[in-house]
């Protein structure tokens, strides 16, 4: 079992998870988070005063799935998020050491699904 994380443009959300359900991986978490990584954010003006801002809009994705749907849930997440531009995100694929769904009991790969 392995969790992965996915930190992606807002705007590629929507595609992402078309790509994602047409993959048959349903099971997400999103979030709206705030980072930044090589854009290092940008400069802006208002009133005269200049301003840096350097945590941008990101989204971040979380997705538990077993071992069999690794390689297909990373290949969706970056076909549909990759614009060739920096900043297109970052993925991260941990060990998920155990899962448990609440309502039946079920544990291990029965309780991701």
């Given amino acids: 079992m392995k969790k992965i994380e996915a930190i992606i443009q807002p705007d590629a959300l929507e595609k992402v998870k078309s790509a994602l359900f047409e993959n048959e ?23 005269g005063k200049i301003y840096q801002v350097n945590l941008l809009e990101k989204v971040k994705i979380e997705i538990a ?6 390689k297909t849930t990373i290949d969706a997440i970056v076909n549909a998020a990759r614009s060739g531009n920096i900043g297109d995100g970052k993925i991260f694929v941990t060990n998920l050491e155990q899962c448990v769904r609440i309502r039946t009991g079920e544990e291990g790969q029965e309780a991701i699904g």
């Fill in 65 to 70: 799935v077993n071992d069999e749907y690794v």
């Fill in 25 to 47: 991986i349903h099971k997400m978490t999103v979030h709206r988070v705030r980072g930044c990584g090589q854009q290092r954010g940008y400069t802006e003006s208002y009133r």
